[in-house]
Every structure is written in structure tokens, then in C-alpha cells.
């Protein structure tokens, strides 16, 4: 949150500034800098998927799609949750097609959250969630996610062991309130790579149905997980009919720029989603989404192929990262490590991004930005590993270079 004052914005929105991954990769791009930050593949996903959208484009689907999505992308939505999780919804009354996981977010906010109705979501939280809750003039209610407490430990020559983030069930029950509407998950989870558990799940089904709140989950990294499995919340006892799912097409196909995002919910729920999504853009871009129902069409054995991928891209980074004495939460899936400074000397990731692009070359994401808690999660600096090896290794190879410049800065 930034304390600069913008005129004219008003005051649910003051504090917002800029988001960190858009400032972080201006840096990066003023310094030439690797870029770490932002999560995005450097490289393009499988040229089937865009083959589909130039036939789309050719095919002439050029004209506003059907504000809750061509039909096409709307079955393909529903085979694949059938498919992958066992859960059963009717393409046209329970599928919404929106542009991205963000506005599948915003609107769920809008459309389910009364002015002053609480939302309960864990903390470190993604960042649109904070800004989604305060357009929808509700408060959030943080339940800390803990690190483990020997992240990697300082012993170079052990395996690396994925990082655990646990929560304390009793904290999460205080957070419940008779104001609490909407229960906000993220699961596997950015930053920390967090995959819930089947127990885990279990006691916050327990929780939903207790106390009738609707749960919303976000599960753009279903497909990216390296350790256990993702389980789908919509799909324990009692919670298909409280539960708005949502995903997206970016991480799972590789193009965060095409922003096709969805969300499968009961027809009641759907239909208040759907008042908010036809004011907010009515629709999403028609050729993208024709070529993403051939994308989910192709099924398993492609996502198995890209999380094998993201598998060696996170053991690569994440061992080039305890080489140079970060302590290293290795994540179970997502994109991201979240690496501790603290063995390096040093306190602040807030303030050592902010200077990394210059003094490394090497662009990263501090994840206090992620923290609604005061000087929460500075020790933690978030590096995307969904690049090519060889800009991991280049990475990788300036931080090494200049890593008595980076003790150096004594922040
Ligand atoms: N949720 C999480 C947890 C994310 O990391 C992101 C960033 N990709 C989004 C939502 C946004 O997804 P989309 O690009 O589909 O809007
Ligand atoms: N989800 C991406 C990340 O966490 C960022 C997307 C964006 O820039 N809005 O890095």
C-alpha cells in the first residue's frame, strides 16, 4: 500500500497506487534487468492453441461473444471440472466466462459482498483480492499463513525439501464473525506455493457450512502442482452448493496475456455473478475463447507435460537461490519461491527490490506487498521460476556476480 495521496480517487480506493508488478518490471525494464517479478512465462505456450486463434479470427468469430461466454468454452469449462474433479455443472445456468481470473474475482466480490459484510482470506493475499474487497466497500479479515520454521535449512549439500505454510485452525475460527460473508481462498497459493490439504480443506468446508458462508476459490495453479495434489473445496460434502470456483486459461496454457478466466458456481450463485459481469465488461474477447475450449479440450496429458517443466525450473532456481544463501521455501506449486534475506545480512525485501534491478541486474518481488499487516513478510522476496532455463541461469549468474553489492546495501 502506498501513503501518497491521489487526487480525485476516492477513498475506498485511496492507498492502491500502482500495483507492485507493474512498478517492479518498469524497474526491470529501466535496468535491462532479468525479470523475476511479474509472473509470466518468457516463452509462448503450444502453437496448437494459437493455430485455434487465428482460425478463430479468420472463421470471422471477430463480434461480441455471449456475455457469459461462447458456447463452445462454457462445455469445454464444464468437461474439464467433470474431468478433473468429479463436479458436475450445467454449461449455460452454472459457467461464466470473464476476461481473466481478476475480473472473475472483482465481480464475485460485487455481486455476493454488502457494504460492511467481511471477507475472511489468508494472509500473505493476493494483491487484487485487497483491492477487489475495498471496490466492494467489505473488510478483509487475514488468517496468517506460517512459514515453516527451517525453510530449506543453511545445508547446501541436502536435498531440497518443499516448504510447508501452515495456518492455526483456531485463528481462522476467530476470524469468523457475524459480519462474514465470503470466505477467500487461493489454492496452490501466491506467493508461498502452499497446496491445501485434504485436512486443511476439511475444517474449512467444516467452517462455511457452520457458519453459511459462500466460499470463493481461486485456482488459477491448479494444474501447476509439484508436491500432493490440488483438491478442488467445491468437492468435499456440503460445498458444491455454497462455492464459487474460479480459474483461468494464463498459467495453464501459458498465455497470461490472453486473460480468459471462469468461474463454475451453482445457477443461484451464477446468476448473481452474471449482474455483475455483463455492467463490469460484458464479455470476453471471442477468438480467445474459441481457441481456449480447443486448449481444454487436449486435457491431461499437457498439463502433466508443463508441471514436469516447472518442476526442474523451480529445483533449478530454487537450488541456485540456497547456493547463495537464501533460505528457500520451496513451493508445492505456482510459479513463485519466496526466499528469506535474512542469512544474506540482510532485512528488507521491500527496499532491497527496489534496488535489485539496478545493483543485480535482476528483477523480484518483495512479498510484503502481499502482507495487509504492517512490516509483515519483509524478510521474503518472491522469484517467478516460470521462465527458460537460460534466463533462470542468467539470473542466477548476476545475483552471484554482484552478491557483495547486494550484502552491500545493508537494508
Ligand atoms: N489469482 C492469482 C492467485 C494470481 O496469481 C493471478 C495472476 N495470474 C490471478 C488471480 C489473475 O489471473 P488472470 O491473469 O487470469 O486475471
Ligand atoms: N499474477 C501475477 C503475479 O503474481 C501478476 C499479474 C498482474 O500483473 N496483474 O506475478
Redesign the pocket.
Known sequence: MSSQRIPHLTSRLQGFGTTIFADITRLALEHQAINLGQ?FPDFDGASGIKEAAKAALDAGHNQYARSHGVPALNAAIAAHQRQAYGLDYDPDSEVTVYS????A?AVALQALCEVGDEVVLFEPV?D?YRAGIAMAGATPRVVPLLPPSDPGSGDKAAPLTTARFTYDPEALERAITAKTRLLLL?TPH?PTGKVFTRVELEHIARLCTQHDLIAVT?E??EHLVYEGSHLCLASLPGMKERTVVIS????TFSF?GW?V?WSTAPAELTRALRVAHQFITFATATPLQHAVASALGAGEESYRELATRYRALRDRLGAGLRELGFSVHVPEGGYFICADIRPLGLRSGRALCQRLPEVAGVAAIPASAFYLTDGAGDELVRFAFCKREATLDEGLARLQKHLSAIRALGV
Open positions: 509472473g481473466g481470473a481478476t475480473e474475482l493476493y487484487s487461493n501466491n481461486d488459477v495453479y483461468s486459461a494464463g498459467k497470461t486473460k478466466g
